[in-house]
């Protein structure tokens, strides 16, 4: 059977017993997830086959991995028996050009040739062409190794002029460029058949302890009326690879939302789909599933990721409409990609002639090529969404969720849940209604005006922004095609405009999923571990009549720096002081608590600094010399989070160095076991001019790396406390038949119980923190290595964490 023929349908049948029940239709859907995941995995297959590139996907790179060694052996002994003399059949033809490339490199073109043209003529190939492409490939090799090192312009032309670079495209350009460019007929097929012949030599489907399998077999068949030499897979070759492929294409289901409520998680059963059994954690490692299997304390887990799996949602109908409406009407419209390409810019009459013409145009058409490629690709995810809200907009449905492995949770379905984008988030109510109170208008209207983007004053003045736009808001919900402008502007278009429509119809106003963001939550969980109260006055700890501003203050900070070093006589400084603003600086400083690099700083002001047009000769100075200035001010400003940060990095870096075989482990307080999976891996990596070939072999007993265990430790700390601030909430939500939903520090619920939920979600916090965490990780962690002195935490502040309690602002 080809590597591509379809196969038989998933046989999952319903019972008569279960005919016309949402059991019977979440079977359905479960598998029509499975079909549709394996036909994309066929497809995208399918297309690398075509294009000559199957040696690239995962069935054939494991048979590459598995023959590596051996076969680089091989080649390496036949450049031996060349350089001694010694004769051979064509080695005076091959000979020199076998000796121009490693071994490495002629051993992945001939396998990953090889691979591609077998899958691709599973009836076999004329062994004089196989043997011809791999040589031409190897030819190819040599002439752009000698283009860069006495060309390097010509190459610079070459990549710049093709997109896709191929092998017929470089051996032409050598043939321009090189004085003694190596092609032959005859030199390619001649290399060609003696690397085909070792690596038939060396490539087995099984172990080499175990009995001889040959993959590829050389025989004579009947073609064109003549006994051609071909070569193609074994019986065993060809299984081998469909194999690969039928277990790959039942990873990737496309999964979709469940119409009954999953399945809960416990000790003794998996949750969530019926048939589908996705694992708790997501790309999960043995190390970690080895500890979760053996815990005895991971039923607050459990019971967490079943409340939140029990949320009920349904589609946003009206929204629903008006994306279809702006779709059709060309989109465009907040996220909502165009609905057509966008067109190639018209050719200058004087094209042919003016050589700056057609650069410039071009140029241009270049910049439309590229969008118009990531245009596909959001329209394509668009589409996806409204018609599966279209399929589930007379239902209600459930998103079954996972944890990462810092004990974060997502959502399983990809095309329509509440962390997707503005789009998807429009699109989505509790299906359970709360009748609209008082307090619940007066958080519609501050969430409304959240979603405008009117989100940095007080409470009363978000409301007052939006009573006094009421009008408008009645407008938009009347005829919001009409009034497109009006809502558009806003910061989540499609948010907003449900927003409006839930102020002026509790039908949609008892659904709506209010939202209260933690501010700057990483630097809260910093603060509270270390009891700063400078910094938990900054991040809305402490109670305040009006919402602080961290990125105010850090600003205010680089800014009194920068101009400093200008009043010095720096005039790097002098000339960025202009760029000191918050959305320069602002993602900066919310992702240093993560661990961002320095070169990563740089990179995300360097971006900024071009948005602003600043010229592409001084990116590099100013965005280099602004992100230090950044990074200062963010330690000035928040000394605990820097101190328990370097406390996390010198502990993981003792542990690592104490046992490099042991990866950087710890336990959340609700028994979660987090186990960091960055290590060694046996890698090879081999670059050639049409690919850069990196493949690597999971091993838990390879050594850890220490750079990203080190540097993975402060940021998964902290994801893995807000990830049991996310889940004790949820706990307690259920508890107190409160409906909740999460996207990290985001915590969703009814506007008319978003006064419990607040009390909640500072109740948990509290108590979390109240264990003192940073103690409980030097504690588990001494226990753990009881030869390594661990050094002491650093000293805590005198915040009272009680004062959250009292804090309007801490989520707002």
């Not at 808001?473 to 009006?486: E, H, T």
């Not at 790396?705 to 949820?730: E, M, R, Y």
């Not at 619920?749 to 108590?767: G, K, M, N, P, Y």
Request: charged residues 25%.
């Amino acid at each position: 059977m080809s590597p591509m023929a379809p196969r038989k349908s998933m046989e999952w049948n319903v019972g008569e017993a279960l005919v016309g029940t949402k059991l019977a239709e979440e079977i359905e859907l479960e598998i029509e997830a499975t079909r549709r995941g394996a036909e994309r995995y066929r497809r995208l297959a399918r297309e690398a086959i075509e294009r000559g590139d199957g040696g690239s996907l995962k069935p054939a790179e494991r048979l590459i991995i598995h023959w590596f060694t051996p076969l680089r052996a091989a080649v390496r002994e036949e450049q031996r028996h060349i350089a001694a003399g010694r004769p051979g059949v064509g080695r005076a033809i091959y000979g020199p050009i076998m000796l121009s490339l490693g071994a490495d490199r002629l051993a992945v073109i001939v396998m990953h040739e090889m691979l591609s043209r077998c899958m691709a003529e599973i009836n076999g190939q004329l062994l004089v062409k196989a043997a011809y492409g791999v040589g031409n490939g190897v030819i190819a090799e040599i002439h752009h190794d000698e283009m860069r090192k006495d060309h390097p312009e010509s190459v610079e032309i070459l990549e710049r002029r093709f997109k896709r670079m191929t092998v017929g495209r470089v051996n032409a350009w050598a043939k321009k460029t090189l004085d003694d460019p190596k092609w032959s007929r005859r030199v390619c097929a001649q290399i060609g058949t003696r690397l085909i012949q070792l690596l038939i030599g060396v490539a087995t489907v099984k172990g080499y302890q175990d009995e001889w399998t040959p993959c590829f077999e050389h025989k004579k068949q009947w073609r064109d009326g003549q006994l051609k030499g071909v070569v193609r897979f074994t019986d065993a070759g060809a299984k081998v690879i469909e194999d690969g492929h039928l277990y790959r294409q039942h990873l990737r289901p496309r999964f979709m939302p469940m119409v009954v409520e999953p399945y809960p998680w416990s000790d003794e059963s998996m949750g969530g789909y019926i048939k589908l059994k996705p694992p708790l954690v997501s790309k999960p490692r043995a190390e970690q599933m080895s500890l979760i299997k053996s815990s005895t304390s991971m039923s607050l887990v459990y019971e967490a990721v079943n409340k939140i799996n029990s949320t009920e949602w349904t589609v946003n109908t009206r929204v629903l409409e008006v994306m279809r409406r702006m779709w059709e009407d060309g989109g465009g419209v907040g996220c909502l990609p165009l609905s057509d390409l966008r067109p190639l810019p018209e050719k200058p009459a004087d094209i042919n002639t003016n050589a700056e013409a057609l650069k410039r145009w071009k140029s241009e058409a270049h910049d439309v090529h590229g969008e118009n490629a990531r245009l596909r690709g959001a329209r394509a995810e668009f589409l996806q969404k409204i018609e599966l809200a279209d399929r589930l907009k007379t239902s209600t449905w459930f998103l079954p969720h996972q944890l990462c492995f810092r004990a974060r949770l997502y959502p399983i379905p990809p095309v329509l849940n509440h962390h997707g984008d503005d789009v998807s988030r429009g699109l989505m109510l509790f299906a359970r209604r709360r009748e609209l109170n008082e307090r619940g208008r007066f958080w519609l209207k501050v969430h409304a005006a959240n979603m405008f983007g009117y989100d940095k004053g007080d409470f009363e003045g978000r409301v007052s922004f939006i009573e006094n736009q009421m009008g408008k808001v009645q407008a938009i919900a009347n005829d919001p095609v009409a009034q497109v402008d009006d809502w558009a502007a806003a910061d989540d278009p499609f948010q907003f405009l449900a927003a409006c429509f839930a102020l002026v119809d509790d039908d949609i106003g008892e659904r709506l999923p209010v939202q209260r963001d933690g501010c700057q939550n990483g630097i809260q969980h910093y603060a509270a571990a270390g009891r700063d109260a400078a910094a938990a006055e900054l991040v809305n700890i402490i109670p305040s009549t009006t919402p602080q501003d961290a990125y105010l203050e850090v600003g205010g900070n680089m800014l009194d720096r920068i101009t400093a070093d200008a009043k010095s006589g720096n005039a790097l400084a002098a000339s960025v002081i202009k760029h000191c603003e918050r959305p320069v600086y602002k993602q900066t400083v919310m992702t240093t608590v993560y661990n961002l690099t320095r070169v990563g700083a740089r990179e995300q002001i360097k971006d900024k600094l071009k948005k602003r047009g600043v010229p592409k000769e001084e990116l590099y100075p100013a965005s280099n010399y602004l992100s230090q200035q950044v990074l200062a001010s963010v330690g000035d400003t928040f000394k605990s989070a820097g101190e328990i940060m370097r406390w996390l990095e010198t502990s993981a870096r003792l542990m690592v160095k104490h046992d490099p075989t042991r990866a950087v482990q710890w336990t959340t307080p609700y028994g979660f076991p987090v186990v960091q999976p960055y290590r060694r891996t046996n890698t090879f990596q081999i670059r050639t001019c049409l690919q850069r070939l990196s493949i690597g072999v999971a091993d838990m007993n390879a050594p850890v790396s220490l750079a990203k265990q080190v540097q993975g430790t402060p940021p998964n700390i902290v994801h893995s406390w807000d990830g049991c601030h996310a889940q004790g909430t949820a706990i307690d939500c259920d508890d107190e038949d409160v409906e909740f939903a999460s996207v990290h520090d985001s915590f969703w619920t009814h506007a008319a119980t978003t006064d419990e939920l607040d009390v909640i979600l500072r109740r948990q916090f509290v108590d979390l923190h109240e264990m003192d965490l940073v103690e409980r990780l030097y504690e588990e962690w001494s226990q753990a290595y009881p030869g390594l002195v661990i050094p002491d935490p650093p000293a805590q502040g005198t915040l009272d964490l009680g004062v959250v309690m009292e804090s309007p602002y801490f989520f707002n």
